[in-house]
Protein backbone atom coordinates (compact mmCIF):
# COMPACT_ATOMS: atom_id res chain seq x y z
CA UNK A 1 0.00 0.00 0.00
CA UNK A 2 2.93 2.49 -0.45
CA UNK A 3 1.65 3.83 -3.60
CA UNK A 4 -1.90 3.22 -3.21
CA UNK A 5 -3.72 5.77 -4.91
CA UNK A 6 -7.43 6.68 -3.52
CA UNK A 7 -10.62 7.46 -5.93
CA UNK A 8 -10.74 10.78 -4.31
CA UNK A 9 -14.80 11.80 -4.84
CA UNK A 10 -17.18 14.18 -2.75
CA UNK A 11 -20.33 12.67 -1.83
CA UNK A 12 -22.49 14.98 -2.85
CA UNK A 13 -24.12 15.95 0.94
CA UNK A 14 -20.59 16.25 2.98
CA UNK A 15 -18.56 18.64 1.49
CA UNK A 16 -16.23 18.28 4.76
CA UNK A 17 -15.71 14.71 4.03
CA UNK A 18 -14.71 15.46 0.39
CA UNK A 19 -12.35 18.63 2.10
CA UNK A 20 -10.87 15.81 4.26
CA UNK A 21 -10.50 13.47 1.88
CA UNK A 22 -8.49 16.00 -0.48
CA UNK A 23 -6.16 16.46 2.41
CA UNK A 24 -5.14 12.78 3.16
CA UNK A 25 -4.43 12.34 -0.88
CA UNK A 26 -1.75 15.24 -0.30
CA UNK A 27 0.01 13.35 1.57
CA UNK A 28 -0.36 9.97 -0.38
CA UNK A 29 1.92 8.11 -2.32
CA UNK A 30 -0.27 8.98 -5.11
CA UNK A 31 -2.67 11.66 -5.36
CA UNK A 32 -5.44 11.25 -7.80
CA UNK A 33 -8.69 13.15 -8.20
CA UNK A 34 -11.78 10.74 -9.59
CA UNK A 35 -15.06 10.46 -10.70
CA UNK A 36 -18.37 8.69 -10.20
CA UNK A 37 -17.72 6.26 -13.27
CA UNK A 38 -20.68 8.02 -15.15
CA UNK A 39 -20.98 5.80 -17.96
CA UNK A 40 -21.50 2.37 -15.64
CA UNK A 41 -22.40 1.12 -12.94
CA UNK A 42 -25.35 2.83 -10.20
CA UNK A 43 -24.43 6.26 -12.25
CA UNK A 44 -25.30 5.18 -15.62
CA UNK A 45 -29.05 7.01 -15.52
CA UNK A 46 -26.77 10.20 -14.14
CA UNK A 47 -27.56 13.39 -15.08
CA UNK A 48 -31.75 11.95 -15.83
CA UNK A 49 -32.40 10.88 -12.41
CA UNK A 50 -32.27 13.47 -10.01
CA UNK A 51 -30.08 13.43 -6.83
CA UNK A 52 -28.09 10.50 -8.17
CA UNK A 53 -24.23 10.00 -8.16
CA UNK A 54 -23.55 14.30 -7.53
CA UNK A 55 -20.81 15.76 -9.04
CA UNK A 56 -18.17 17.25 -6.62
CA UNK A 57 -15.95 19.34 -8.10
CA UNK A 58 -13.29 20.81 -5.91
CA UNK A 59 -13.44 24.22 -7.09
CA UNK A 60 -17.30 25.23 -7.23
CA UNK A 61 -17.86 24.22 -3.57
CA UNK A 62 -18.64 27.34 -1.33
CA UNK A 63 -15.33 29.57 0.08
CA UNK A 64 -15.38 27.72 3.36
CA UNK A 65 -14.41 24.56 1.94
CA UNK A 66 -12.64 25.78 -1.18
CA UNK A 67 -9.86 27.21 0.64
CA UNK A 68 -8.64 24.32 2.55
CA UNK A 69 -8.88 22.02 -0.70
CA UNK A 70 -6.89 24.46 -2.41
CA UNK A 71 -4.49 24.86 0.65
CA UNK A 72 -3.74 21.20 0.08
CA UNK A 73 -3.20 21.06 -3.50
CA UNK A 74 -0.76 23.56 -3.17
CA UNK A 75 1.18 22.04 -0.16
CA UNK A 76 1.06 18.52 -2.02
CA UNK A 77 2.54 20.65 -5.65
CA UNK A 78 5.04 22.48 -3.53
CA UNK A 79 6.59 18.98 -1.88
CA UNK A 80 7.08 16.89 -5.37
CA UNK A 81 10.97 17.52 -4.97
CA UNK A 82 10.57 15.50 -1.76
CA UNK A 83 7.76 13.52 -2.62
CA UNK A 84 10.02 12.15 -6.35
CA UNK A 85 13.05 11.72 -4.06
CA UNK A 86 10.99 9.05 -1.82
CA UNK A 87 10.58 7.17 -4.77
CA UNK A 88 13.94 7.05 -5.46
CA UNK A 89 14.74 5.46 -2.06
CA UNK A 90 11.70 3.53 -2.59
CA UNK A 91 13.22 2.24 -5.50
CA UNK A 92 16.76 1.27 -3.81
CA UNK A 93 15.42 0.19 -0.57
CA UNK A 94 12.30 -1.43 -1.38
CA UNK A 95 11.22 1.24 1.69
CA UNK A 96 8.01 3.38 0.32
CA UNK A 97 7.22 6.75 0.96
CA UNK A 98 4.24 5.72 2.76
CA UNK A 99 4.81 3.29 6.02
CA UNK A 100 3.12 2.16 9.16
CA UNK A 101 4.62 3.40 12.34
CA UNK A 102 6.42 0.78 13.30
CA UNK A 103 8.29 0.27 10.30
CA UNK A 104 10.23 3.28 11.71
CA UNK A 105 9.45 2.17 15.58
CA UNK A 106 9.06 -1.65 16.03
CA UNK A 107 10.06 -1.12 19.33
CA UNK A 108 7.67 1.15 20.77
CA UNK A 109 4.10 -0.82 21.42
CA UNK A 110 1.88 2.31 20.43
CA UNK A 111 3.29 2.03 16.78
CA UNK A 112 0.89 -0.85 16.45
CA UNK A 113 -2.16 0.92 17.56
CA UNK A 114 -3.51 2.09 14.07
CA UNK A 115 -7.11 -0.16 13.53
CA UNK A 116 -9.53 -0.02 10.66
CA UNK A 117 -12.02 2.22 12.80
CA UNK A 118 -9.53 5.64 12.31
CA UNK A 119 -7.75 4.88 15.95
CA UNK A 120 -4.32 6.13 15.40
CA UNK A 121 -4.59 6.63 12.01
CA UNK A 122 -1.32 8.29 11.36
CA UNK A 123 1.95 6.75 9.14
CA UNK A 124 5.39 8.44 8.18
CA UNK A 125 5.31 10.15 4.78
CA UNK A 126 9.01 9.50 3.88
CA UNK A 127 11.75 9.96 5.73
CA UNK A 128 11.13 12.83 7.89
CA UNK A 129 7.52 13.85 8.40
CA UNK A 130 4.45 12.16 10.07
CA UNK A 131 0.65 12.56 9.06
CA UNK A 132 -2.13 11.75 10.74
CA UNK A 133 -5.34 12.55 8.82
CA UNK A 134 -8.46 13.76 9.82
CA UNK A 135 -10.99 10.99 9.58
CA UNK A 136 -13.73 12.27 11.53
CA UNK A 137 -16.63 14.52 11.33
CA UNK A 138 -15.58 18.19 12.90
CA UNK A 139 -18.06 19.76 16.09
CA UNK A 140 -20.08 22.93 15.18
CA UNK A 141 -17.23 24.83 15.72
CA UNK A 142 -15.81 23.00 12.62
CA UNK A 143 -13.13 21.81 14.97
CA UNK A 144 -11.73 18.11 15.04
CA UNK A 145 -10.46 16.32 17.86
CA UNK A 146 -8.09 13.40 17.10
CA UNK A 147 -5.78 11.50 19.48
CA UNK A 148 -1.92 11.26 17.97
CA UNK A 149 1.02 9.14 19.19
CA UNK A 150 4.19 11.00 19.08
CA UNK A 151 7.31 8.57 19.40
CA UNK A 152 10.71 10.00 20.99
CA UNK A 153 12.10 13.46 19.52
CA UNK A 154 10.85 16.53 18.53
CA UNK A 155 8.45 16.77 16.20
CA UNK A 156 7.07 20.49 14.64
CA UNK A 157 3.40 20.69 13.59
CA UNK A 158 3.65 22.47 10.11
CA UNK A 159 0.73 24.57 10.61
CA UNK A 160 0.87 26.07 13.43
CA UNK A 161 4.51 25.58 14.43
CA UNK A 162 4.30 23.82 17.51
CA UNK A 163 7.16 22.25 18.52
CA UNK A 164 6.54 19.12 20.74
CA UNK A 165 9.19 17.58 22.44
CA UNK A 166 8.54 13.95 23.78
CA UNK A 167 11.59 12.72 25.74
CA UNK A 168 9.81 9.84 27.13
CA UNK A 169 11.19 6.62 25.94
CA UNK A 170 8.29 5.17 24.56
CA UNK A 171 6.76 8.28 23.25
CA UNK A 172 3.43 10.23 24.22
CA UNK A 173 -0.24 10.40 22.75
CA UNK A 174 -2.05 13.64 22.85
CA UNK A 175 -5.49 14.82 22.16
CA UNK A 176 -5.12 17.90 19.75
CA UNK A 177 -7.72 20.07 17.87
CA UNK A 178 -7.93 20.80 14.44
CA UNK A 179 -9.72 23.10 12.45
CA UNK A 180 -11.19 22.64 8.82
CA UNK A 181 -8.23 24.28 7.22
CA UNK A 182 -5.47 22.14 9.10
CA UNK A 183 -3.77 19.20 8.25
CA UNK A 184 -1.85 17.07 10.92
CA UNK A 185 1.53 17.30 9.64
CA UNK A 186 4.61 16.71 11.62
CA UNK A 187 8.31 17.36 10.74
CA UNK A 188 11.15 15.80 12.63
CA UNK A 189 13.08 18.13 14.47
CA UNK A 190 16.40 19.29 12.50
CA UNK A 191 15.07 18.14 9.12
CA UNK A 192 15.33 19.70 6.26
CA UNK A 193 12.66 19.72 3.52
CA UNK A 194 13.21 20.19 -0.13
CA UNK A 195 10.18 22.02 -2.12
CA UNK A 196 9.62 23.89 -5.08
CA UNK A 197 7.26 27.00 -5.92
CA UNK A 198 4.12 25.56 -5.85
CA UNK A 199 2.17 27.03 -8.76
CA UNK A 200 4.88 27.84 -11.20
CA UNK A 201 3.68 25.64 -14.03
CA UNK A 202 0.02 25.09 -13.49
CA UNK A 203 -0.20 21.90 -15.89
CA UNK A 204 2.22 18.80 -15.71
CA UNK A 205 4.71 20.54 -13.02
CA UNK A 206 5.63 17.15 -11.55
CA UNK A 207 7.77 16.67 -14.76
CA UNK A 208 9.12 19.86 -15.10
CA UNK A 209 12.80 20.43 -13.69
CA UNK A 210 13.55 22.20 -11.11
CA UNK A 211 13.60 26.17 -11.55
CA UNK A 212 13.89 26.94 -7.39
CA UNK A 213 14.55 24.83 -4.83
CA UNK A 214 13.65 25.79 -1.12
CA UNK A 215 15.14 24.28 1.61
CA UNK A 216 13.75 24.64 5.01
CA UNK A 217 16.08 24.17 7.47
CA UNK A 218 13.59 23.04 10.90
CA UNK A 219 14.73 23.51 14.33
CA UNK A 220 16.13 20.98 16.79
CA UNK A 221 19.66 20.00 16.16
CA UNK A 222 22.60 20.89 15.66
CA UNK A 223 23.70 18.89 12.54
CA UNK A 224 22.15 17.70 10.04
CA UNK A 225 21.26 17.58 6.05
CA UNK A 226 18.82 16.96 3.39
CA UNK A 227 19.00 15.23 0.05
CA UNK A 228 16.86 15.74 -3.54
CA UNK A 229 16.78 13.25 -6.20
CA UNK A 230 16.64 14.32 -10.08
CA UNK A 231 16.51 12.57 -13.42
CA UNK A 232 14.84 13.69 -16.77
CA UNK A 233 11.59 12.13 -15.42
CA UNK A 234 10.21 10.40 -18.16
CA UNK A 235 13.36 7.54 -19.43
CA UNK A 236 14.71 5.02 -17.78
CA UNK A 237 18.16 6.57 -18.39
CA UNK A 238 18.61 6.41 -14.29
CA UNK A 239 19.75 2.85 -14.59
CA UNK A 240 22.80 4.05 -16.95
CA UNK A 241 23.75 6.34 -13.93
CA UNK A 242 22.20 9.73 -15.52
CA UNK A 243 20.75 11.51 -12.50
CA UNK A 244 21.85 13.73 -9.36
CA UNK A 245 21.72 14.16 -5.94
CA UNK A 246 21.54 17.79 -4.39
CA UNK A 247 22.45 18.11 -0.77
CA UNK A 248 22.20 20.70 2.30
CA UNK A 249 24.46 19.80 5.53
CA UNK A 250 24.73 22.29 8.28
CA UNK A 251 25.57 23.15 11.50
CA UNK A 252 24.46 25.35 14.39
CA UNK A 253 27.23 26.85 17.05
CA UNK A 254 26.58 28.96 20.21
CA UNK A 255 29.28 31.45 22.06
CA UNK A 256 28.53 32.40 25.72
CA UNK A 257 26.17 35.34 24.60
CA UNK A 258 24.57 32.25 22.96
CA UNK A 259 24.55 34.49 19.49
CA UNK A 260 24.25 31.68 17.27
CA UNK A 261 26.09 30.85 13.65
CA UNK A 262 24.72 29.01 10.99
CA UNK A 263 26.33 27.19 8.30
CA UNK A 264 25.62 25.54 5.37
CA UNK A 265 26.94 23.98 2.25
CA UNK A 266 24.57 23.08 -0.81
CA UNK A 267 26.19 21.14 -3.65
CA UNK A 268 24.74 18.84 -6.72
CA UNK A 269 26.88 15.29 -7.39
CA UNK A 270 26.13 13.57 -11.19
CA UNK A 271 24.74 14.46 -14.09
CA UNK A 272 21.89 13.84 -16.80
CA UNK A 273 20.92 15.18 -19.76
CA UNK A 274 18.74 18.00 -19.00
CA UNK A 275 20.05 19.11 -15.69
CA UNK A 276 19.24 22.99 -15.36
CA UNK A 277 22.91 24.57 -15.37
CA UNK A 278 21.24 27.63 -13.27
CA UNK A 279 18.78 27.90 -10.51
CA UNK A 280 17.51 30.10 -8.04
CA UNK A 281 17.72 28.88 -4.45
CA UNK A 282 16.42 29.87 -1.33
CA UNK A 283 17.06 28.51 1.95
CA UNK A 284 14.59 28.72 4.89
CA UNK A 285 15.49 29.27 8.23
CA UNK A 286 11.96 27.85 10.13
CA UNK A 287 11.96 29.51 13.72
CA UNK A 288 15.01 32.20 13.47
CA UNK A 289 14.99 35.70 14.88
CA UNK A 290 16.35 38.62 11.95
CA UNK A 291 20.28 38.10 11.66
CA UNK A 292 22.69 40.45 12.16
CA UNK A 293 24.98 39.11 9.12
CA UNK A 294 24.46 36.89 6.27
CA UNK A 295 26.80 35.46 3.76
CA UNK A 296 27.35 33.49 0.80
CA UNK A 297 30.44 32.54 -0.20
CA UNK A 298 31.72 34.92 1.73
CA UNK A 299 29.52 37.91 0.21
CA UNK A 300 27.61 39.67 2.25
CA UNK A 301 23.98 39.06 1.43
CA UNK A 302 21.56 42.56 2.32
CA UNK A 303 18.41 42.62 3.60
CA UNK A 304 15.71 43.12 0.89
CA UNK A 305 12.31 44.38 2.74
CA UNK A 306 9.85 43.07 2.58
CA UNK A 307 10.32 41.74 -1.26
CA UNK A 308 12.04 38.51 -2.10
CA UNK A 309 14.80 39.96 -4.63
CA UNK A 310 17.84 38.16 -5.94
CA UNK A 311 21.17 37.92 -3.25
CA UNK A 312 19.31 39.11 -0.45
CA UNK A 313 17.26 38.04 2.64
CA UNK A 314 13.72 39.35 4.06
CA UNK A 315 11.74 37.97 7.07
CA UNK A 316 8.25 35.95 6.76
CA UNK A 317 6.57 37.25 9.99
CA UNK A 318 3.24 34.64 9.17
CA UNK A 319 5.63 32.00 9.12
CA UNK A 320 8.32 33.02 11.15
CA UNK A 321 11.18 32.15 9.60
CA UNK A 322 14.49 33.90 7.94
CA UNK A 323 14.56 33.54 3.81
CA UNK A 324 18.20 33.73 2.42
CA UNK A 325 17.44 33.91 -1.86
CA UNK A 326 20.81 33.89 -2.96
CA UNK A 327 19.59 33.99 -6.48
CA UNK A 328 19.91 32.45 -9.71
CA UNK A 329 23.10 29.95 -9.08
CA UNK A 330 25.07 27.28 -11.47
CA UNK A 331 23.94 24.11 -10.66
CA UNK A 332 27.57 22.86 -10.62
CA UNK A 333 28.48 25.45 -7.93
CA UNK A 334 28.70 24.90 -4.15
CA UNK A 335 27.12 27.97 -2.23
CA UNK A 336 28.61 28.21 1.40
CA UNK A 337 26.15 30.16 3.34
CA UNK A 338 27.14 31.61 6.85
CA UNK A 339 24.08 33.14 9.05
CA UNK A 340 24.36 34.77 11.98
CA UNK A 341 21.79 35.27 14.69
CA UNK A 342 21.60 37.21 18.01
CA UNK A 343 20.03 35.32 20.97
CA UNK A 344 16.49 34.81 20.66
CA UNK A 345 14.09 37.41 22.73
CA UNK A 346 11.96 34.53 24.14
CA UNK A 347 12.40 31.28 24.93
CA UNK A 348 10.61 29.55 21.95
CA UNK A 349 9.17 30.64 18.76
CA UNK A 350 6.81 27.41 19.37
CA UNK A 351 2.97 28.20 18.33
CA UNK A 352 3.56 31.46 17.65
CA UNK A 353 2.34 30.66 14.25
CA UNK A 354 -0.48 29.21 15.13
CA UNK A 355 -1.94 31.54 17.30
CA UNK A 356 -1.95 34.26 14.72
CA UNK A 357 -3.42 31.67 11.74
CA UNK A 358 -6.30 30.93 14.60
CA UNK A 359 -6.51 34.63 15.49
CA UNK A 360 -6.98 35.74 11.75
CA UNK A 361 -9.93 32.96 11.47
CA UNK A 362 -11.65 33.64 14.28
CA UNK A 363 -11.63 37.53 13.23
CA UNK A 364 -13.18 36.33 10.10
CA UNK A 365 -15.89 35.11 11.76
CA UNK A 366 -16.34 38.27 14.03
CA UNK A 367 -15.96 40.39 10.36
CA UNK A 368 -18.75 38.11 9.38
CA UNK A 369 -21.31 39.13 11.78
CA UNK A 370 -19.93 42.70 12.73
CA UNK A 371 -18.87 42.00 16.04
CA UNK A 372 -15.55 42.03 16.26
CA UNK A 373 -14.38 44.12 19.48
CA UNK A 374 -14.09 47.73 18.66
CA UNK A 375 -16.19 48.11 15.54
CA UNK A 376 -18.87 49.46 17.91
CA UNK A 377 -17.72 51.77 20.54
CA UNK A 378 -16.34 54.44 18.50
CA UNK A 379 -12.54 53.59 19.04
CA UNK A 380 -10.51 53.62 16.35
CA UNK A 381 -7.74 51.34 17.81
CA UNK A 382 -7.60 48.03 16.82
CA UNK A 383 -9.51 45.28 18.94
CA UNK A 384 -7.23 42.85 20.97
CA UNK A 385 -7.47 39.97 18.29
CA UNK A 386 -6.97 42.35 15.71
CA UNK A 387 -3.44 43.03 16.97
CA UNK A 388 -2.71 38.93 17.38
CA UNK A 389 -4.21 38.34 13.43
CA UNK A 390 -1.72 41.55 12.57
CA UNK A 391 1.31 40.02 14.55
CA UNK A 392 3.25 38.48 11.30
CA UNK A 393 2.66 41.56 9.12
CA UNK A 394 3.98 43.27 11.69
CA UNK A 395 6.86 41.37 12.47
CA UNK A 396 7.51 41.34 8.23
CA UNK A 397 7.46 45.24 8.61
CA UNK A 398 9.57 45.68 10.97
CA UNK A 399 12.63 42.91 10.49
CA UNK A 400 14.92 45.90 9.62
CA UNK A 401 14.43 47.32 13.33
CA UNK A 402 15.71 44.91 16.05
CA UNK A 403 14.26 46.65 18.61
CA UNK A 404 10.86 47.20 17.33
CA UNK A 405 11.03 43.38 16.02
CA UNK A 406 12.01 41.82 19.79
CA UNK A 407 9.09 44.07 21.46
CA UNK A 408 6.37 42.83 19.53
CA UNK A 409 7.37 39.07 19.99
CA UNK A 410 8.39 39.89 23.72
CA UNK A 411 4.65 41.01 24.33
CA UNK A 412 3.17 38.20 22.08
CA UNK A 413 2.22 35.99 25.13
CA UNK A 414 0.53 39.00 26.61
CA UNK A 415 -1.52 40.13 22.99
CA UNK A 416 -2.88 36.60 22.82
CA UNK A 417 -3.73 36.42 26.62
CA UNK A 418 -5.87 39.57 26.73
CA UNK A 419 -6.97 38.63 23.28
CA UNK A 420 -8.78 35.63 25.08
CA UNK A 421 -9.91 37.66 27.31
CA UNK A 422 -11.64 39.86 25.01
CA UNK A 423 -13.72 37.05 22.98
CA UNK A 424 -14.73 35.61 26.72
CA UNK A 425 -16.21 39.03 27.53
CA UNK A 426 -18.90 38.65 24.68
CA UNK A 427 -21.94 37.48 25.79
CA UNK A 428 -23.68 34.33 23.38
CA UNK A 429 -26.92 32.87 23.15
CA UNK A 430 -27.81 28.95 23.23
CA UNK A 431 -31.17 28.81 23.46
CA UNK A 432 -33.91 28.80 20.75
CA UNK A 433 -31.31 27.83 18.24
CA UNK A 434 -32.14 28.47 14.32
CA UNK A 435 -30.52 25.28 11.52
CA UNK A 436 -29.19 27.55 8.76
CA UNK A 437 -29.17 25.20 5.38
CA UNK A 438 -27.39 25.48 2.37
CA UNK A 439 -28.72 23.95 -1.09
CA UNK A 440 -26.14 23.61 -3.35
CA UNK A 441 -27.71 22.95 -6.24
CA UNK A 442 -30.01 26.31 -5.94
CA UNK A 443 -27.42 28.21 -4.10
CA UNK A 444 -30.40 28.75 -1.99
CA UNK A 445 -30.44 29.26 1.99
CA UNK A 446 -33.12 28.59 4.70
CA UNK A 447 -32.83 29.19 8.31
CA UNK A 448 -34.67 26.67 10.05
CA UNK A 449 -36.45 26.61 13.97
CA UNK A 450 -38.72 23.60 13.71
CA UNK A 451 -38.45 19.89 12.44
CA UNK A 452 -41.49 20.25 9.83
CA UNK A 453 -39.04 23.11 8.02
CA UNK A 454 -35.97 21.05 8.23
CA UNK A 455 -37.94 18.22 6.26
CA UNK A 456 -39.33 20.62 3.83
CA UNK A 457 -36.20 21.11 3.00
CA UNK A 458 -34.76 17.47 3.02
CA UNK A 459 -32.25 18.08 -0.06
CA UNK A 460 -30.44 21.38 1.99
CA UNK A 461 -27.38 20.67 3.71
CA UNK A 462 -26.76 21.64 7.39
CA UNK A 463 -23.91 24.83 7.77
CA UNK A 464 -24.36 26.29 11.18
CA UNK A 465 -26.41 26.54 13.78
CA UNK A 466 -27.37 29.89 15.02
CA UNK A 467 -28.23 30.74 18.98
CA UNK A 468 -31.28 33.65 19.22
CA UNK A 469 -31.17 36.83 21.70
CA UNK A 470 -34.06 38.65 22.68
CA UNK A 471 -31.93 42.08 23.30
CA UNK A 472 -32.15 44.32 20.44
CA UNK A 473 -29.16 46.34 22.13
CA UNK A 474 -27.13 43.42 22.05
CA UNK A 475 -23.88 44.99 19.48
CA UNK A 476 -23.14 41.42 18.05
CA UNK A 477 -26.68 40.37 16.66
CA UNK A 478 -28.56 40.21 13.55
CA UNK A 479 -31.77 41.35 13.05
CA UNK A 480 -34.49 38.18 12.40
CA UNK A 481 -37.52 38.49 10.94
CA UNK A 482 -40.64 36.05 10.65
CA UNK A 483 -42.13 36.06 6.92
CA UNK A 484 -45.55 34.56 5.96
CA UNK A 485 -46.82 33.70 2.30
CA UNK A 486 -50.06 33.41 0.76
CA UNK A 487 -49.92 30.06 2.10
CA UNK A 488 -49.44 30.85 5.66
CA UNK A 489 -45.94 29.17 5.22
CA UNK A 490 -43.61 30.32 8.22
CA UNK A 491 -40.03 31.35 6.81
CA UNK A 492 -37.47 32.96 9.22
CA UNK A 493 -34.79 34.74 7.36
CA UNK A 494 -32.13 37.60 8.49
CA UNK A 495 -32.17 41.19 7.68
CA UNK A 496 -29.62 40.67 5.08
CA UNK A 497 -29.14 40.84 1.40
CA UNK A 498 -30.44 37.65 1.32
CA UNK A 499 -33.66 38.55 2.39
CA UNK A 500 -33.90 41.35 0.07
CA UNK A 501 -33.80 38.73 -2.55
CA UNK A 502 -37.34 36.82 -1.56
CA UNK A 503 -39.85 37.35 -4.03
CA UNK A 504 -42.06 39.96 -3.40
CA UNK A 505 -45.37 37.85 -4.87
CA UNK A 506 -44.51 35.50 -2.19
CA UNK A 507 -43.91 37.70 0.76
CA UNK A 508 -44.86 41.21 1.93
CA UNK A 509 -43.70 43.76 4.37
CA UNK A 510 -47.15 43.87 5.55
CA UNK A 511 -46.25 40.14 6.39
CA UNK A 512 -43.46 40.82 8.75
CA UNK A 513 -43.08 39.98 12.39
CA UNK A 514 -39.66 41.02 14.36
CA UNK A 515 -38.95 38.13 16.38
CA UNK A 516 -35.17 38.94 17.85
CA UNK A 517 -32.03 38.60 17.20
CA UNK A 518 -29.56 35.93 16.44
CA UNK A 519 -25.90 35.33 16.66
CA UNK A 520 -23.76 32.79 15.11
CA UNK A 521 -22.33 29.62 16.84
CA UNK A 522 -19.01 30.39 14.37
CA UNK A 523 -18.97 33.49 16.50
CA UNK A 524 -19.97 31.66 19.72
CA UNK A 525 -16.94 29.46 18.98
CA UNK A 526 -14.10 31.91 18.27
CA UNK A 527 -12.44 31.54 21.87
CA UNK A 528 -12.02 27.52 20.85
CA UNK A 529 -10.04 28.93 17.79
CA UNK A 530 -6.99 30.21 19.95
CA UNK A 531 -7.21 28.70 23.29
CA UNK A 532 -7.27 25.48 21.33
CA UNK A 533 -3.58 25.87 21.05
CA UNK A 534 -3.17 25.93 24.69
CA UNK A 535 -3.91 22.16 24.92
Known sequence: FGFWSHDILGPGDDIELFVRWIQWGSYSGVMRSHDRGLSSGSCYTFPTVEGDCPVVEPWNVPRKYFDPIRQALQQRAALVPYIYTQYRKAFDTGLSIIRPMYYDYPELENSYNGDRFGNFSQYMFGDDMMVAPIVSQSDETTMTIKTIFFPPGIWIERHSGIEINVDKEDGEIMKKSFDLSEIPVYVKGGAVIIEKPCCEVLTGGARQQYSTLIFSVFPGKITGEGFVYEDDGESSSFLNGEFAWTSLKYTRSFDINNTQTFECQ???NGSYSILPQNRNVIIKLVHSTIPSFVSINSKRVDYSGRQTTAFSWNYDGTDMTLVINAGNVEVSQTLNVQVTIPEL??????GIKGYIQRSTLAKRNLDEVRATPGSKNGNPGPSEISKVSMTGDSLTFNSNNVLVFNSILSNFSTSVDAAITELNSLQYFNSNPFIQLFNQNTGHYALCSSQNCLLNHSGYKKIREEGYSASPLN??????????NSENITEIKTKSKRSDKIPKDQFSNENEIEI???????????????SALRN
Do not use: D, Q
Open 266 to 268: IST
Open 345 to 350: PISSFS
Open 475 to 484: PFSVKLIMFR
Open 516 to 530: GYILTSEAKNLETHI
